[in-house]
């Protein structure tokens, strides 16, 4: 009964307030605008997920309305920091990958959307590869722990914040450069088909093999040549010129941290390998192996230490694995070549399908590079906000406090180490097959089956056995 009274005190005061805003000396003109709603956005500012007596409680409710009424534009501020803008999609998950949002974990396939403040977990035998809004792609090892903590967008630029719990990611820049059209086959095959038919190489196959006349399609079926290879890297060539007029030359920037070091990268593709209180593995990439032309958009490839005090960052050489010490004091080349950082290399040195997947994600965002211009539209339309100079600012905080906070972490997972070292119950963290060993069987069983029946037969299926066969392959449901 007592909260019942509460209540009908609280809603009568909501709806007499503004009438009794003079005797209250309250400025409501002042304290209480808010902005036109964005896209996806609710009227509502109560947490719903409040514990009821709280909500009720009239002393917290004086307190919170003595601190608004400090605030000016309270309302614009709490919806933003209540609604996490989407930073992308996922575009495969293989095995088992969880995404946890708050405390509760849901299992994620094709499609599934990954906003600010999401964690992705891969199990055993499990990876991902993810799609962000600025067509760059992030492929996520088994047991590995990714935190995607914000995305912010500038008229000229795409700003992120990813934090790496445990495992190894690579980071997979969009570049604007083609890539060279050779006869080497998706290298990450794992993955293969996609549920998008138009990226898999056996969609180009089908077109090629089925509108040739039949002497043609009877030389296709006895050559040696890998059908439609050089066709499947021609397309995603014409992809990426289309895109990169819609783009004009935005640049993409990342903050990533790790327990013991962080990477201040633009416009540069990375790998990295964190074991708890061991040492991590890094490597930026140039890519130009796979690439040509030269790099127009300039580079950034700094690497953040860790220490309350120490500010300093360290440019980092390409295409050189380095090796950061378990205290994040050290940044130092591998002097000596480790196997398995090589083998890791293959699956992402040039999975084909994926980023044709990528330019058509990208081109059905058409209109996002666009409505960069303008604050309203990009708000609208998206959902999103238009950062401008403040945004540098945002990164020397996300600078500071990530170093700060990482430092007070790692002091107390080693303090934590050392006791389960005492007690016999540590186990190491180290950097071994179970990363990349799938991938690699896949690859090499994809080189030997090239040419098998149940791989040539795709060619002659119709559409709609061929998007059966899409699903039934696709292991996305």
């Known amino acids: 009964m007592k909260n019942a009274w509460m209540l009908l005190f609280v809603l009568c005061a909501a709806i007499s307030g503004t009438a009794c805003a003079q005797e209250w000396k309250a400025d409501i003109e002042r304290t209480d605008y808010d902005r036109v709603l964005v896209r996806q956005q609710t009227n509502s500012l109560i947490n719903w997920q409040e514990d009821p007596k709280d909500f009720l409680s009239i002393e917290k409710w004086i307190t919170e309305r003595q601190l608004k009424d400090e605030q000016p534009g309270w309302r614009i501020r709490q919806r933003i920091s209540a609604r996490p803008e989407i930073m992308g999609r996922v575009l495969s998950c293989i095995g088992q990958c969880k995404l946890f949002r708050g405390a509760k974990p849901h299992s994620v396939r094709f499609g599934s959307r990954v906003f600010e403040g999401d964690e992705i977990h891969t199990e055993k035998n499990s990876y991902l590869w993810a799609y962000l809004l600025d067509g760059s792609l992030v492929r996520i090892a088994p047991e590995s722990a990714l935190g995607f903590l914000e995305i912010n967008f500038q008229a000229k630029k795409v700003f992120h914040n990813l934090r790496l719990n445990q495992g190894y990611v690579h980071w997979l820049h969009r570049s604007e450069r083609e890539q060279k059209i050779t006869t080497t086959t998706d290298t990450d095959p794992l993955f293969l088909p996609l549920l998008i038919k138009e ?60 327990p013991n070091g962080s990477l201040h990268v633009k416009n540069t593709s990375f790998s990295w390998y964190y074991g708890v209180a061991e040492d991590s593995y890094f490597k930026l990439f140039s890519r130009n192996t796979e690439e040509e032309g030269e790099q127009e958009s300039s580079r950034l490839q700094n690497f953040l230490f860790r220490g309350y005090v120490n500010k300093d960052e360290k440019n980092i050489d390409l295409d050189v694995w380095m090796r950061v010490d378990r205290d994040g004091r050290q940044c130092d080349t591998l002097e000596f070549n480790v196997p398995q950082l090589l083998s890791s290399e293959i699956p992402y040195r040039r999975p084909t399908t994926l980023l044709v997947a990528r330019e058509i994600w990208l081109a059905d965002q058409s209109t996002l590079w666009s409505d960069l211009n303008s604050e309203e539209k990009l708000a609208d339309n998206w959902g999103l906000k238009l950062w401008k100079e403040e945004l540098t600012v945002r990164l020397d905080f996300l600078k500071s406090y990530s170093r ?15 006791s389960l070292i005492l007690s016999e119950e540590a186990v190491k963290a180290v950097f071994d097959e179970r990363f990349f060993t799938q991938s690699l069987e896949a690859y090499y069983r994809s080189l030997k089956t090239r040419h098998s029946f149940s791989q040539e037969s795709v060619r002659d299926m119709t559409d709609l056995h061929y998007y059966g066969w899409l699903i039934k392959n696709a292991r996305q449901y």
Do not use: C
């Open 404 to 418: 700060r906070l990482e430092t007070t972490n790692l002091r107390s997972v080693q303090k934590l180490t050392e």
């Open 199 to 258: 990226s898999n190489l056996t969609w180009y196959q089908r077109q090629l093999f089925q509108k040739a006349p039949d002497k043609n399609q009877i030389l296709m079926t006895t050559s040696f040549d890998y059908l439609g290879v050089k066709e499947h890297q021609q397309a995603l060539n014409q992809l990426i010129k289309k895109n990169n007029e819609l783009l004009k030359g935005i640049e993409s920037e990342v903050l990533f941290v790790a």
